[in-house]
């Protein structure tokens, strides 16, 4: 089946300690999305790309970067996780423009010490 | 800034009660608007979107740009529609705080 798949499921780091999240795509859709959610709050966009143009969202902070080396993967790098970094991260795609039906990831949940 | 507003946490109905979960937009123009569900232990999907017009599982959506809302409804509430639900505006998906819909038998 086509699908989303994020690796790993779960993630434990120190605090400082460098990260990446990992995402892939079957779909070959043009347009990738990673969202933070943190418990009992709504997913919130951190950033997209749309083919290899990148979109940062104005109050994403510097600390958090992404890759995309190709339409199938993406990569979400933390540089110096904080404690209030964690958080379920999910990758999301959509076939062509940022309006069409998005499709996740089951989401990598972050776990910071 | 665009805002998604989900006023329930938490809706609890019994089974073949109807349901109305509410949202509430702010965007002036003509919003895209979704529904997204998580049930339980699986990923976020599409339940539906306006622009679409469909009847998904029996639940439907009805744009009303007037009072800027966009309420989840269906008329028989199933076990199985247990989930969390989230509103949705916009390409880049603002979402609202969700709402978790629990159907007792």
């Known amino acids: 089946d086509a699908m989303v798949i994020q690796n790993p499921r779960y993630q434990v780091t120190q605090f400082g300690k460098p990260v990446t999240l990992s995402c892939s795509q079957t779909l070959n859709h043009n347009v990738m999305y990673w969202y933070q959610q943190k418990s009992s709050q709504a997913p919130k966009l951190l950033f997209h790309y749309y083919d290899k143009d990148f979109n940062n969202e104005a109050d994403t902070p510097d600390n958090f970067q992404s890759r995309r080396p190709n339409t199938s993967f993406c990569f979400l790098d933390i540089r110096s996780p904080g404690l209030g970094d964690a958080a379920m991260y999910l990758c999301a795609t959509s076939r062509v423009g940022i309006a069409d039906t998005q499709y996740f990831g089951p989401g990598t949940r972050l776990t910071v010490l | 800034a665009q805002r998604v507003t989900q006023p329930e946490k938490l809706l609890s109905v019994f089974k073949g009660a109807p349901v109305e979960l509410k949202c509430n937009y702010s965007y002036s123009g003509s919003p895209e608007l979704f529904w997204y569900v998580q049930y339980s232990r699986q990923r976020l999907q599409l339940l539906l979107r306006?622009?679409s017009r469909e009847s998904i599982k029996g639940f439907t959506a009805d744009l009303n740009k007037g009072e800027t809302s966009f309420h989840l409804k269906k008329p028989f509430a199933q076990e199985e529609d247990s989930a969390m639900y989230y509103c949705a505006q916009g390409g880049k998906l603002i979402f609202g705080q969700g709402t978790e819909l629990s159907v007792k038998p």
């Open positions: 306006h622009i």
